[in-house]
């Protein structure tokens, strides 16, 4: 029997894996007008300095759940690191604007190789429930820290070592995590059999990255703007396209028996829902604590904390009870309280004390994250291990399809709203509708303790 320090190992491999990936998110944001000085890059050069990561990250994270399921989920993990790893020094040694999109955008490309497997290989190294269960809790749990912690982290490398170091971080990290991995982690089955479907694969990038973009353009356009209503008319296309492609494939990438579970379905679309809240929440905040209230980058990331500080507890907390309670009691106990806790901010009024905003903030941490443990084991335990690289990929997706409409809705109502304070309280207004919808489904979705989510059986050409 592996002692518990050495049982962990899995564990702590795939959580400094991913916290690198959400890291990048948000740490880029505080950095982005140092760099844009520095590398004398255009408004336009600035922008894809920060989207263009989303955007492939995005658009390819079904890709690397689809080779991950035909390579084996640790070689694909493990690659996507090494990737990640590289492109990191490449964009801190960056020479001008042009040269760090496109390590960026590599950079993005090996997140989308991390992600998938990283489930998948948690679901792989802890079989029993109650053990992968408080597992998917701490993965979860990086994304809340990484997200809040962010604008932190980068206020603090960017005031005190330069803004290279927002990358250079990512170097030890990524060779502690590649070394823990080969060691640790088992060898992932190979389905070799199973062909990549690439038609579908190009049809799911497009529409992500088409939506995303769309979604980004709209907090700075404007919803009615042409190209943000071309590209979301293009997403629909590519989707409708994706749809069509994987009924008619023969080995699909997302075989539609997957999304015929109530689990998987309700799942994943809960995971967008709360993403949506959180990540509203974090962005909107950040822009009312920055421009509104006047604090530095180094005193937004310590105004965010409260939610940050939540995050972790909540996580180990319901990765433990969720073994007593089933799953379902707490995936809807924690969006109905972050939804409580956006709709107090939203109620607290048009200029509000710092201090009566601390608690709807650690009610929206600590609510995310005490769901995003039963949803993670919802959606993971509906699918097939041959497909886990699938589902997690899924599941991601649609919560970064949630992050970014979170945000770019968020912009849009501080931009269009008669006064900051308006905008602020109605775009929290709506992140709460947000959790309290995800709260139903998760009540109509989320089986109850004793009634395991079960694959269920697909046919040979996954149907």
């Known amino acids: 029997m592996p002692s518990e320090r050495r049982s962990w190992a899995p564990l702590l491999a795939v959580c400094a894996g991913y916290f690198m990936v959400i890291l990048d998110v948000t740490v880029i944001n505080v950095a982005v007008p140092v760099i844009g000085r520095e590398l004398s890059a255009s408004l336009t050069g600035i922008q894809w300095i920060t989207d263009g990561y989303t955007l492939v990250f995005a658009g390819f994270l079904l890709t690397g759940g689809a080779l991950g399921d035909r390579l084996g989920n640790r070689r694909v993990f493990c690659t996507g690191v090494a990737v990640f790893t590289v492109s990191s020094a490449a964009c801190a040694l ?17 997140a989308a190789l991390i992600v998938p497997g990283s489930l998948a290989l948690l679901q792989q190294a802890y079989p029993e429930k109650a053990v992968r269960s408080r597992a998917f809790g701490l993965w979860g749990s990086m994304a809340g820290i990484a997200a809040s912690a962010g604008p932190l982290l980068g206020g603090l490398l960017v005031s005190t ?17 590649l070394a823990l991995t080969l060691r640790h982690v088992g060898r992932s089955p190979r389905r070799a059999d199973r062909p990549l479907d690439w ?4 049809a799911v990038v497009a529409a992500v990255a088409l939506l995303t973009a769309a979604l980004n353009e709209a907090g700075r356009r404007g919803w009615s703007d042409p190209a943000v209503l071309a590209g979301l008319g293009l997403a629909v296309l590519a989707a409708a396209a994706f749809a069509l492609r994987e009924r008619l494939a023969r080995s699909p990438v997302l075989p539609l028996g997957l999304l015929r579970s109530r689990a998987m379905s309700g799942g994943a679309v809960i995971g967008l829902l709360f993403n949506f809240g959180f990540y509203g929440m974090v962005f909107t905040a950040s822009l009312e604590f920055q421009h509104q209230r006047g604090f530095s980058a180094l005193g937004t990331g310590l105004a965010l904390f409260p939610a940050v ?3 972790m507890f909540a996580s180990v907390l319901s990765g433990r009870l969720s073994r007593r309670t089933g799953d379902r009691p ?3 106990s924690g969006m109905l309280l972050a939804g409580l806790g956006l709709a107090g901010w939203a109620a607290a009024g048009a200029d509000p004390a710092y201090a009566l905003l601390v608690l709807p903030m650690m009610a929206a941490g600590f609510g995310t994250s005490f769901a995003l443990t039963g949803s993670t084991a919802t959606v993971m335990g509906a699918a097939p291990e041959a497909y886990s690289g699938a589902a997690s990929a899924l ?3 649609t919560r970064q399809v949630g992050s970014a409409t979170g945000v770019a809705l968020g912009g849009s109502l501080l931009a269009s709203a008669g006064d900051y ?4 309280r109605t775009s929290m207004f709506i992140g709460a509708l947000a959790y309290l919808a995800a709260a139903f489904l998760a009540w109509r979705c989320v089986p109850a303790k004793g009634a395991a989510p079960g694959p269920e059986p697909l046919s040979p050409d996954g149907r």
């Open 309 to 311: 500080a939540m995050t």
């Open 161 to 177: 070592v330069g803004w290279r170091w927002v990358f250079l971080i990512n170097l030890p990290v990524g060779a502690a995590c």
């Open 330 to 332: 707490l995936v809807v």
């Open 421 to 424: 304070g308006t905008g602020i």
């Open 199 to 202: 038609p579908a694969q190009c």
């Open 94 to 110: 960056a020479p001008n604007a042009p040269f760090l999109v496109v390590a960026r955008l590599v950079e993005g490309l090996g």
């Open 395 to 397: 599941f991601n997706t």
